[in-house]
């Protein structure tokens, strides 16, 4: 295995391994999500990022935001990082923390509804073959 893909290949590990509890919340509605055609990964790599969870199918990215967000250097981070995902034909959905422990069932329906957007967007049928992940 070449050396960048095994970085890549530890770096996802070691993000998987310390998931915030609203991420693991989260992780657990949307892993098992019943919706035909979906299927979303943990921190897998976009290019040098390592979103939260991610559809390549779908090019659907979902992020979760902490409080350690809210610094000004790490908001324009972010802001940076989406617009390289968009530009890749992504799209990025964020939720902060607080909406996952309170309002999870409000983050599951705009989940869903961005599913929907996508499979619309990009043209797939529920069972249509599509590239995996």
Do not use: C
């Amino acid at each position: 295995m070449p050396k960048l893909d095994r970085f890549k290949l530890q770096s996802a590990r070691r993000l998987r391994a310390s998931m915030t509890d609203e991420e693991r919340l989260l992780w657990r509605h949307v892993w098992r999500m019943p919706v035909e055609g979906t299927h979303f990964r943990r921190q897998a790599s976009v290019g040098a990022y390592y979103p939260d969870f991610l559809s390549h199918r779908l090019k659907l990215i979902i992020e979760v935001d902490g409080s350690h967000h809210s610094a000004d250097d790490q908001l324009r981070h972010d802001e940076v990082r989406t617009r390289w995902f968009e530009s890749q034909g992504y799209r990025v959905v964020r939720f902060w923390n607080h909406e996952i422990k309170n309002e999870l069932d409000s983050v599951l329906d705009t989940i869903y509804a961005a599913v929907e957007e996508r499979k619309s967007h990009l043209h797939l049928r529920d069972g249509a073959e599509g590239t995996g992940g």
